[in-house]
């Protein structure tokens, strides 16, 4: 995945600061994808629905998760071998 | 045996490479005719939306995506069994084998772009012609006052909608040398110009983002985001006629109708 | 890991801010307490004058740009309109009611307003 860096550079002296800022330009990057992709997966695509389906992504479930997610995409981060911190 | 379903992809073949989905189920397709439903076995339905769970979807929508063309389907998705899922398959058919062919060798991108409404809004002030507004000066009484203030803001907010519509009206015709399908939604918010969708076919990929990156540098002073390839998850339509190539929508109705310049039948004053 | 569905920006942090922006506008669960039906009703009925107020006011703006109004009219129609408006505000108050409450949801048409 692309991390946007232009101009950004890492210095020895205050290499801490620097290494958070780089964290916290990747962690907005993943937000932004995951936004992305929460519209699509949530909100658009087939939707088939009837008898024989036992669940939807209904309304309620979205803005909720909509919610619950942008909170969870840090905890998610300390997870180990979790898809999303793979290296990309 | 409760499926969890992922897409619906344009063949009776099994997914080459080992999926894993949901629960770290593996994932399979069920032939129907000359298409098939990939899925996975699941226990329970999805109790929470976690991020993790989100992405174990797409993760597998990906996969396919890269060796078929596929329907994604929505997120929670389960059907009751085989049987049913077979039954699902007969009945959208049709609905399924039509689209199918529609987003053939086509990828979704997305593009948002930011602008400071700020301070468009500044420059409009800065421009505007104070010819109209000669008949609310001198504003000394309240009902005047009242009106010009209101007439002021209309003006800015009419100048700033006709901007909108250029800018989104000219990148537009850039982008669509190279789709066959758009969506394009102008000012969701004040600040978001545009948030687009556009069908792209394949060999164009390389063609779209190097307009993409023209635009970026036409119009520096804006922000752009650029997202994809996608399956197809804004272009499926089952049982009504396909958007092809639409203007951009309004997000209101009271927009929508008021935008002709007379308001046909409603003399009020 | 994600493998194609890529998301290039450069500022991330404001298209985080306009996406969650757009989607603020959350639709409202059906609840049927009385005091929120009381309100339910209220909100539609402010919601229907809202859309005519705005109408209103629209019509009156385009006879301005026109020039087709006088000045005496311009004065009436001004003290009308701030009276309305007023009036609204008022209203708005009493129940509780905030301006982005005052709208519906068309489903497919979009919000009315």
Redesign the interface.
């Known amino acids: 995945m692309i991390v946007p860096v232009h101009g950004r550079h890492i210095t020895s002296v205050g290499f801490q600061a620097g290494k958070d800022k780089m964290n916290a330009v990747v962690v907005k990057s993943k937000e932004v994808t995951l936004l992305e992709i929460l519209d699509r997966v949530l909100d658009k695509g087939v939707v088939i629905s009837g008898d024989m389906v036992i669940s939807v992504a209904d309304v309620d479930l979205i803005y909720l998760g909509l919610k619950v997610l942008l909170s969870s995409v840090e905890t998610i981060e300390k997870l180990k071998g979790s898809p999303f911190t793979s290296p990309m | 045996m ?1 499926l969890y ?1 992922y ?2 992809i344009d063949s009776s073949n099994q997914t080459e490479e080992s999926i894993y989905g949901l629960e770290g189920s593996g994932v399979y397709n069920i032939p129907y005719c000359d298409i098939g439903a990939v899925v996975s076995e699941i226990s329970q ?1 999805i109790q ?5 769970s ?6 597998v ?3 396919l ?2 060796n078929f063309t596929v ?11 085989r049987d ?2 077979l ?2 398959m007969q009945s ?1 058919y049709r609905d399924f084998k039509d689209n199918l062919e529609r987003v053939s060798n086509k990828f979704e991108f ?1 593009i ?1 772009v ?1 602008w400071s409404a700020d301070k468009m809004k500044e420059n409009i002030i800065k421009a505007l012609n104070k010819e ?1 507004q000669k ?2 000066e001198p504003a000394s ?7 010009k203030e ?2 002021e803001k ?2 800015i907010d009419k100048e700033f909608e006709a901007k909108a519509d250029k800018l989104i009206k000219v990148m537009d015709i850039f982008f669509s040398k190279f789709a066959a399908e758009k969506k394009l939604t102008k000012l ?2 004040e ?2 110009l545009l ?1 687009a969708v556009y069908l792209v076919e394949k060999p164009q990929e390389s063609n779209f983002r190097e307009v993409f990156e023209h635009i970026k540098s036409a119009r520096s002073d804006f ?8 399956p197809a ?2 272009f ?1 339509v ?1 049982s009504k006629k396909s958007s092809l190539l639409r203007e951009p ?6 927009d ?1 109708v ?1 935008q002709s ?3 046909v039948g ?1 003399d ?2 | 890991m994600i493998t194609s569905g890529i998301v290039e920006t450069d500022t991330a942090e404001e298209f985080i801010e306009e996406i969650e922006k757009s989607k603020d506008a959350l639709p409202e669960k059906i609840d049927a307490n009385p005091k929120t039906v009381e309100k339910g009703l209220a909100k539609l009925v402010l919601t229907l004058i809202e859309l005519i107020r705005k109408l209103l006011e629209k019509q009156a703006m385009r006879r301005v740009e026109a020039g087709s109004l006088s000045d005496e009219q311009i004065e009436n129609v001004g003290e009308t309109l701030m009276k309305l408006e007023n009036k609204m505000e008022e209203l708005k108050g009493i129940f509780g009611l905030e301006d982005e409450e005052l709208n519906l949801n068309l489903g497919p048409l979009g919000d009315l307003m």
């Open positions: 409760k379903l897409g619906i339905p929470e939306v976690t991020a993790g989100v992405l174990e979807h797409e993760t929508v990906e996969k995506m890269a329907l994604p389907v929505r997120f929670q998705t389960i059907i009751d069994g049913n899922l039954s699902i959208y997305g948002k930011i109209q008949k609310l009484s309240s009902g005047k006052k009242f009106m209101k007439f209309y003006k969701k918010t600040n978001l948030d922000k752009y985001l650029f997202s994809g390839p996608w998850y804004n499926v089952l929508e309004q997000t209101n109705l009271f929508k008021t310049q007379t308001l409603v009020i004053i």
